[in-house]
């Protein structure tokens, strides 16, 4: 392991606990110092892609960014997980929220305007001074004490405009605003409206903006209660047509589907299904703290990678130009023929074309640059980046991972998902093998006259059936033979390879469980032990 990763400033070794999370931050944040930075200067990565990263981007808690049309839900869902307002909150059917509102946690509640917010060094907002005052006069950061603000910050964003709204303009560039959030969140959350499933141009460009980062993306089908089931097939079908032509991806994105308030159902057909989608979008937003040093890793592996190429474009470019005449002519013969240059680069390096920006912004942009003023290749710059992801990422990679397994799990708490997390409002309460948990008297005992009958008809021997005549019967439920071979383990509880009536009955229960769509437990809960072997395996525990 490193030495400069685990030493402090006084040169002792640091503690596990949070100094460890200290560790594993100041080895990312002396990577980025010590051999992407210096690449990033040499060739004004700063000036074409995004600003140098500070303290504060390394030390944040995971971010999440919230976009989506108007009156989807964005800032009810923020309400919704909080429990609780937050300053700058406003709710309503029309476009209410016109700033971005970073909700972040404080002691005190409060607001902290754009313009003071961006020279806090404490905050991971001060290069977002670059958009101006038209933008920083509609940003704010929103502070409460709130649990779950402990462990997360939430960014809520303008919705987005559709129809004539869009020739509004907003005085700063939309896009690369959520571009330059998206570089720095942990989960991008899109939110679509059932009866609001259009992709207006603007929307479709501020996805466009979060190219590169479709591993964060997250998709939300909100108010999906205000349609019926069949409703709700064809509304979801509708999404995914839309959003393929916007997303150029070969995977599907998760789509997370239900009704996102502390409000009644009004339809609830889909109960389930909905309890079942928060439970594993709560999970996905939980987890979040625990992947935070993985994430700033590979957020840094993928901003090395394109100072890499930004590079070598630049330094070719430099070295095209002609010494003394035809400047400005070779300027714009070399624009044109950047498409060329790329593959050029990509056959001389080696290189992917995905790690190459986008052609058309990259040609906008050195327009307004003397290339004879750009630096020549510095190798030594290079192999620095290639020295830090060929050997020192593997190492902190290593790192990280003693840290997740010597660390106890961090995981979002407070608000919504206290709700769920314990009790019988808990997701699968009640329900398939755990169902009968709370009552005295057997569950399988209900069911158990019905399946007796079928056990007198499997020719039992002194209260008991073979293995074959079990077999028989079991096998009508049409279950794999790995399925009902695991069921006959949990239900012959004597071990003997036969099964008495009770035995049979639970054998039936827990196909029923499995026929109903639920997982069969691994060992077998004391609920559904039956009653006449409930001595002899407490006897053998």
Same mark, same amino acid.
């Given at each position: 392991?490193?030495?400069?990763?685990?030493?402090? #400033?006084?040169?002792?070794?640091?503690?596990?606990?949070?100094?460890?999370?200290?560790? %594993?931050?100041?080895?990312?944040?002396?990577?980025?110092?010590?051999?992407?930075?210096?690449? $990033?200067?040499?060739?004004?990565?700063?000036?074409?892609?995004?600003?140098?990263?500070?303290?504060?981007?390394?030390?944040?808690?995971?971010?999440?960014?919230?976009?989506?049309?108007?009156?989807?839900?964005? *800032?009810?869902?923020?309400?919704?997980?909080?429990?609780?307002?937050?300053?700058?909150?406003?709710?309503?059917?029309?476009?209410?929220?016109?700033?971005?509102?970073?909700?972040?946690?404080?002691?005190?509640?409060?607001?902290?305007?754009?313009?003071?917010?961006? %020279?806090?060094?404490?905050?991971?907002?001060?290069?977002?001074?670059?958009?101006?005052? #038209?933008?920083?006069?509609?940003?704010?950061?929103?502070?409460?004490? @709130?649990?779950?603000?402990?462990?997360?910050?939430?960014?809520?964003?303008?919705?987005?405009?559709?129809?004539?709204?869009?020739?509004?303009?907003?005085?700063?560039?939309?896009?690369?605003?959520?571009?330059?959030?998206?570089?720095?969140?942990?989960?991008?959350?899109?939110?679509?409206?059932?009866?609001?499933?259009?992709?207006?141009?603007?929307?479709?460009?501020?996805?466009?903006?979060?190219?590169?980062?479709?591993?964060?993306?997250? %998709?939300?089908?909100?108010?999906?209660?205000?349609?019926?089931?069949?409703?709700?097939?064809?509304?979801?079908?509708?999404?995914?047509?839309?959003?393929?032509?916007?997303? @150029?991806?070969?995977?599907?994105?998760?789509?997370?589907?239900?009704?996102?308030?502390?409000?009644?159902?009004?339809? *609830?057909? @889909?109960?389930?299904?909905?309890?079942?989608?928060?439970?594993?979008?709560?999970?996905?937003?939980?987890?979040?703290?625990?992947?935070?040093?993985?994430?700033?890793?590979?957020?840094?592996?993928?901003?090395?990678?394109?100072?890499?190429?930004?590079?070598?474009?630049?330094?070719?470019?430099?070295? $095209?130009?002609?010494?003394?005449?035809?400047?400005?002519?070779?300027?714009?013969?070399?624009?044109?023929? +950047?498409?060329?240059?790329?593959?050029?680069?990509?056959?001389?390096?080696?290189?992917?074309?995905?790690?190459?920006?986008?052609?058309? #912004?990259?040609?906008?942009? +050195?327009?307004?640059?003397?290339? *004879?003023?750009?630096?020549?290749?510095?190798?030594?710059?290079?192999?620095?980046?290639?020295?830090?992801?060929?050997?020192?990422?593997?190492?902190?990679?290593? +790192?990280?991972?003693?840290?997740?397994?010597?660390?106890? *799990?961090?995981?979002?708490?407070?608000?919504?998902?206290?709700?769920?997390?314990?009790?019988?409002?808990?997701?699968?309460?009640?329900?398939?093998?755990?169902?009968?948990?709370?009552? $005295?008297?057997?569950?399988?005992?209900?069911?158990?006259?019905?399946?007796?009958?079928?056990?007198?008809?499997?020719?039992?021997?002194?209260?008991?059936?073979?293995?074959?005549?079990?077999?028989?019967?079991?096998?009508?439920?049409?279950?794999?033979?790995?399925?009902?071979?695991?069921?006959?383990?949990?239900?012959?509880?004597?071990?003997?390879?036969?099964?008495?009536?009770?035995?049979?009955?639970?054998?039936?229960?827990?196909?029923?469980?499995?026929?109903?769509?639920?997982?069969?437990?691994?060992?077998?809960?004391?609920?559904? %032990?039956?009653?006449?072997?409930?001595?002899?395996?407490?006897?053998?525990?």
């Amino acid at each position: 392991m490193f030495s400069w990763l685990g030493r402090q #400033a006084g040169g002792r070794e640091r503690p596990g606990g949070a100094d460890a999370v200290q560790t %594993v931050t100041g080895g990312l944040r002396s990577l980025y110092l010590r051999k992407v930075l210096p690449l $990033e200067e040499a060739y004004r990565f700063h000036e074409f892609h995004s600003p140098a990263l500070e303290d504060a981007d390394f030390e944040n808690k995971p971010m999440i960014l919230l976009v989506g049309q108007y009156s989807t839900g964005k *800032t009810t869902f923020i309400r919704y997980l909080l429990e609780q307002d937050f300053p700058g909150m406003r709710i309503g059917p029309e476009p209410t929220t016109d700033s971005f509102i970073a909700v972040m946690y404080g002691d005190t509640e409060g607001s902290t305007p754009g313009n003071a917010l961006v %020279v806090d060094p404490k905050k991971p907002f001060r290069k977002l001074s670059r958009f101006g005052n #038209a933008f920083l006069n509609r940003f704010m950061c929103s502070q409460l004490p @709130n649990q779950v603000l402990k462990s997360i910050s939430i960014i809520d964003s303008p919705g987005i405009l559709s129809g004539e709204k869009q020739r509004i303009s907003r005085g700063y560039d939309f896009c690369q605003v959520l571009q330059w959030f998206a570089e720095r969140v942990d989960r991008i959350i899109l939110l679509f409206d059932a009866h609001k499933l259009d992709i207006s141009d603007e929307f479709s460009e501020a996805i466009k903006a979060f190219r590169g980062q479709d591993d964060k993306i997250r %998709v939300v089908l909100n108010k999906a209660d205000q349609v019926d089931t069949q409703q709700l097939m064809r509304v979801y079908g509708a999404l995914m047509w839309s959003l393929g032509k916007v997303i @150029n991806t070969p995977e599907v994105l998760r789509v997370y589907i239900g009704s996102f308030w502390a409000q009644p159902l009004q339809n *609830t057909d @889909n109960r389930r299904l909905f309890e079942a989608e928060a439970q594993d979008l709560f999970r996905d937003i939980q987890s979040l703290p625990q992947k935070a040093a993985v994430r700033k890793l590979n957020d840094l592996i993928k901003r090395a990678r394109l100072a890499k190429v930004h590079a070598y474009i630049i330094s070719h470019l430099k070295k $095209e130009m002609p010494s003394v005449f035809g400047k400005e002519n070779k300027k714009r013969e070399l624009i044109s023929r +950047l498409p060329e240059i790329y593959i050029q680069l990509q056959r001389e390096y080696q290189i992917s074309a995905g790690d190459f920006p986008e052609v058309k #912004a990259m040609q906008e942009q +050195l327009e307004n640059y003397d290339f *004879t003023k750009f630096h020549s290749l510095k190798p030594k710059l290079i192999e620095a980046v290639d020295n830090m992801l060929s050997s020192k990422i593997s190492s902190l990679m290593s +790192l990280i991972s003693q840290e997740e397994t010597s660390m106890p *799990t961090q995981l979002v708490q407070g608000g919504a998902f206290d709700g769920t997390a314990e009790g019988p409002f808990n997701q699968g309460y009640g329900e398939g093998a755990k169902e009968g948990a709370d009552e $005295e008297e057997w569950v399988v005992a209900k069911d158990k006259p019905v399946y007796d009958e079928l056990f007198y008809t499997l020719s039992p021997v002194n209260g008991k059936i073979s293995g074959v005549n079990a077999k028989k019967e079991m096998v009508t439920s049409k279950l794999p033979n790995s399925v009902l071979g695991k069921i006959w383990k949990l239900a012959d509880c004597d071990c003997d390879g036969m099964l008495d009536e009770e035995e049979f009955a639970l054998a039936k229960h827990l196909i029923k469980i499995k026929l109903d769509g639920y997982e069969l437990p691994n060992s077998l809960p004391p609920h559904l %032990v039956p009653p006449s072997h409930r001595k002899s395996l407490s006897k053998a525990d």
